[in-house]
């Protein structure tokens, strides 16, 4: 096989644009797209991520950080009242429907209400479960979703970010608020404190790092210093990144409450500070030259590597076994470490981005659906959190790398089928279902008919896919369709493949939880230590 790079090819490197600001009246989610690696985040990508968390967390604002890390005091937001704050306190998880209602919370704004169960499932306990760790996660993903709910099932949607903050509070035994740190003199000093809390295993006080970091300089300044060391980490599941790109997509900048969503991953990251992936010779991307391939040639030759990978094998169930197994292959390695030791242009790490992120979506709509729920939904999630990332310029080639490392390990240990990238599903008969009825016919139906949609139905697909997906409990379908949603723009020549696949999972958990269910299993997936 050859090597990425063995033969000398034309020039022609794409250029990335810059993410317009999005527009809260559009019915698509705002575009991404990852940053240039010869230069850092423009103001104006800065400034549109923080705009896309106001737009998609209604009543929230943000601050923009200065590019380059430069420093920029956070505005702080209001505390919620005591009133407030008690009406969330001590519900009856099997009572969530009626509690809505008699508490008042249906008077609550969306951020009001999103502030108020983050505040409570940031809180870290000392044991976990797939829950808890996807718990503030969960709210985040919600958060972004709402905006696009059809009003008749805003309220269930609501429920279930209250039930998730119901189970949280009346299951976990919170550890004490982490100590107050006195003011860095500059966000160096603060980058510096950083790494030596995270060598040392420190885990308080990473924690209270965190948390005095976003005080001080926003959310924007904290992502871009915590990003390196979350990236490559097999703690949380490797998920931890997840939330920092959740947070700059809906979090308020400068609010440190909405950066506590992060202190449980800064303390699993601290209790094992060498739990890295290995691939790469331990993420060693010093260049080796330019890399003489196109874009285009680029995407189709990593697509071909993830196509049929040599299969492995995990021994134990998990996300970190199954990272471990897929490194274990030597697949990564053998496929992609010419690649990631190159120097390479922001035109030619996007192709990688693309490539990556079709061949997750495609194993969603193709490979062995017993894997769909929580293994092709995470074979998404994962690399499309690094590729946001990367739209703002936070360590592009390492978000690159993982992303082909996470790939590669999916496609390895838990693929049955052999993936072809020209794949369409069927069309249906002339005598189309409609949209929402598509979902509850089926996951084979609701791909095509997603699939198969005219593109001005697009607003009506999201409507319906943000709807279905937040008024059910499950947290990685919330996740999922926020991603989809995401990629839509990032990659909007095949926004069909990703609105398919965000319908064949959400008609998954249609089949399993049908809608008059729902008001009465609130407590469905929801399991805190015992």
Not at 319 to 336: H, K, Q, S, V, W
Not at 517 to 523: C, E, M, N, V
Request: glycine residues 10%; proline residues 8%.
């Amino acid at each position: 096989m050859d090597t990425f790079g063995s033969k000398p090819e034309e020039k022609g490197f794409e250029t990335p644009q810059d993410p317009p600001t999005p527009d809260p009246r559009s019915q698509d989610p705002p575009s991404r797209g990852p940053a240039s690696a010869e230069r850092g985040p423009s103001r104006r990508q800065v400034v549109a991520g923080l705009m896309a968390a106001a737009v998609a967390a209604p009543g929230g604002t943000a601050t923009a950080s200065a590019p380059g890390g430069g420093e920029t005091k956070g505005r702080r937001h209001k505390t919620l009242p005591s009133t407030v704050d008690g009406s969330l306190r001590d519900l009856d998880p099997k009572n969530v429907y009626d509690a809505y209602r008699a508490r008042g919370l249906d008077r609550w704004g969306d951020r009001e209400l999103a502030q108020g169960v983050a505040g409570i499932v940031s809180k870290p306990g000392k044991t976990w479960t797939s829950f808890t760790l996807h718990a503030p996660l969960e709210i985040l993903a919600r958060t972004g979703l709402l905006p696009w709910v059809a009003p008749p099932d805003r309220e269930l949607a609501r429920m279930q970010m209250v039930a998730s903050g119901a189970v949280y509070e009346a299951g976990v035994v919170a550890l004490p608020e982490p100590r107050a740190l006195a003011p860095f003199p500059d966000p160096e000093a603060a980058r510096r404190q950083l790494a030596d809390v995270f060598r040392s295993g420190d885990e308080d006080g990473l924690e209270a790092t965190v948390l005095a970091m976003a005080r001080q300089f926003g959310s924007a300044e904290l992502v871009r210093s915590l990003t390196p060391a979350l990236l490559p980490s097999l703690t949380s599941a490797s998920h931890a990144h997840i939330g920092l790109w959740l947070l700059l997509r809906h979090g308020a900048e400068g609010d440190p409450g909405d950066a506590s969503i992060l202190r449980a991953a800064a303390r699993r990251l601290a209790a094992d500070p060498k739990g890295r992936l290995g691939s790469f010779g331990g993420m060693d991307l010093r260049g080796e030259g330019p890399l003489r391939k196109t874009p285009a040639q680029l995407e189709k030759e990593v697509l071909a590597r993830l196509v049929d990978p040599p299969r492995g094998e995990a021994r134990r169930r998990g996300i970190r076994p199954l990272m471990e197994a897929g490194e274990g292959t030597g697949n990564a390695d053998r496929f992609f470490g010419d690649l990631v030791r190159r120097e390479l242009t922001g035109g030619q790490m996007a192709a990688v981005f693309r490539a990556c992120l079709r061949a997750s979506a495609h194993s969603m709509l193709q490979d062995d659906p017993s894997r769909a729920k929580f293994g092709w939904s995470h074979c998404l999630t994962l690399p499309q959190a690094a590729c946001g990332l990367s739209s703002l310029g936070v360590d592009p080639k390492l978000g690159m790398a993982t992303t082909l490392v996470w790939l590669t390990a999916y496609r390895s240990i838990l693929s049955r089928r052999t993936l072809d990238f020209g794949f369409r599903p069927k069309p249906l008969d002339s005598d189309r279902p409609s949209l929402r009825e598509a979902l509850h016919s089926g996951t084979a139906v609701a791909a095509s008919r997603f699939w198969h949609a005219d593109p001005a139905e697009r607003p009506e697909m999201f409507r319906i896919l943000a709807s279905e997906a937040s008024i059910r409990n499950d947290q990685h379908l919330a996740k999922y369709t926020r991603a989809c949603f995401d990629m839509c723009g990032f990659d909007p020549e095949h926004w069909r493949l990703y609105l398919a696949s965000a319908a064949k999972l959400c008609a998954l958990w249609i089949l399993e939880t049908p809608r008059g269910r729902i008001a009465d299993r609130f407590l469905d997936g929801r399991s805190t230590p015992s």
